[in-house]
């Protein structure tokens, strides 16, 4: 017998092992925008809300870096991570809002009940400014630099461990 | 009668939790006015994937975000953009995910590397078992 016999059964073992191996592995199914690292496509959403002005993609060219909040009245995780944006908001973080998909009342609803950590929210309907940006649902969050960079995404809600984490990131885009 | 259609209207009108009272995009589901560019549209749409709902392309699902995508594609299409331009601007923003056509790149150069190899592994087998016995 020669040992090129086993060749194929080693093959095929080997194989089945990657196999199951993968398998076992947690499936990570988030979607990364790509656009992380390049500059904010130009946009202008009028206001989703009468408390609060729309948003200009120009309006992130200047001043400290800020948050670009994806949301929605509609979503459950966005109340999850609301007491989390007003942490940030304490902390001096300037966070613009853009609600997908949204009619004026349930946002006024919405923020009335959960608080409102927004200084602008863009009304995106037709989630062209989601798509712009390579988002792939709601809540998700940007860090945009003085200079209308992206340079960070989170995807889904904001936990309280991520607060710090965002802030870090905040303070690298400052620099 | 009017107030019994009314109170009917309003049970109706309930919208769903998780998807959002907004009406769906204009071109979701209309289809373009020139059929010519309706069909470039949908044979792009086949080779989308939706973003939300990942083993469907944005043509086959009824997910808002679908419904999105494919406006997005119809106005573009509409607007004399190439197909393989619209497939760009989708990929510079989410990546090769977003593609059902697979390009070649640095993590899928195996799947089209590794067939013709195992070919021509096969091939060099059977010509040398044939050589052999002949």
Known sequence: MSWRLWLPFLLFFGFAGLAAYQLSQPKDDTIK????????????????????????SRYFYEGEPKLLNIWASWCLPCIAEAAQLEQLKDEG?????????????????????????????????LSEVQLAIGSSGVPETFVIDGK???????????????????????????? | MRDLLALLAIVLAVPLAAQGSAPPAPYAYRQL????????????????????????????????MAGDMRHQVRIRIAAGEEPEAVRRW?????????????????????????PPILALLAGLIVWRRLRRRA
């Open chain 1, 148 to 175: 209308g960079v992206i340079t960070y995404q989170h995807v889904g809600d904001i936990r309280h461990e991520h607060v710090p984490m965002l802030l870090e990131e905040l303070r690298k885009a400052g620099r």
């Open chain 2, 33 to 64: 006015d020139d059929p010519d560019q309706e069909a470039v549209a949908r044979e792009l749409m086949h080779t989308l994937r939706c973003i939300r709902c990942q083993s469907q392309s944005i043509a086959d699902s009824d997910a808002p």
């Open chain 1, 93 to 125: 973080v300037e966070i613009v809002g853009v609600a997908i998909r949204d009619e004026p009342t349930d946002v006024m609803r919405f923020l009335t009940q959960h608080g409102n950590p927004y200084t602008r929210i863009g009304r995106d309907d």
């Open chain 1, 33 to 56: 925008s790509t656009m992380v690292g390049k500059e904010l496509p130009y946009f202008t959403l009028p206001p989703a809300s009468l408390e609060r002005p729309g948003v200009d």
């Open chain 2, 90 to 114: 989708l990929m510079a923003r989410y990546g090769d995910y977003v593609s059902y056509e697979p390009v070649m790149s640095a993590t899928t150069w195996p799947l089209f590397a590794i």
